[in-house]
């Protein structure tokens, strides 16, 4: 079965640094979605940075460009979301998901518009001044 973990979430301060991690196992296939979402109680899940496994491509809201960067291990089948300068806003619970390719890979409201999709159990990152 298809597992999907995530890990290295916190507490840290405004200003501090996170790097989460995702691992997937099992998804056999070659090209995929793999991303991050996040969400705050009482408001919809958002999507955050993607890869498309296979072709390389990223994408990250333009909103976090200049603080997050998205880098993958192939042979860990792990992605990795570096946080940096992280603020109050970003206060969430961080989840990692896994789904087709449909075009591309990014996002369709609170998910990647593709079928089949696996999720983490989420991560929480908590900023504090």
């Known amino acids: 079965a298809v597992q999907v973990e995530e890990s290295g979430g916190g507490s840290v301060q405004v200003g501090g640094s996170l790097k989460l991690s995702c691992k997937v196992s099992d998804y056999e296939r070659e090209s995929y979605c793999m991303g991050w979402f996040r969400q705050v109680p009482g408001k919809e899940r958002q999507g955050v940075a993607s890869?498309?496994?296979?072709?390389?491509?990223?994408y990250i809201v333009p909103s976090n460009r200049d603080r997050f960067t998205l880098s993958r291990d192939n042979a860990k089948n792990t992605l990795y979301l570096q946080m940096t300068d992280l603020k109050l806003e970003d206060t969430a619970i961080y989840s990692c998901e896994v789904a087709t390719v449909f075009f591309d890979c990014t996002f369709d409201g609170s998910e990647f518009r593709g079928a089949g999709h696996y999720w983490g159990q989420g991560t929480q990152v908590t900023v504090s001044s």
């Open positions: 890869i498309e496994v296979g072709r390389g491509r990223t």
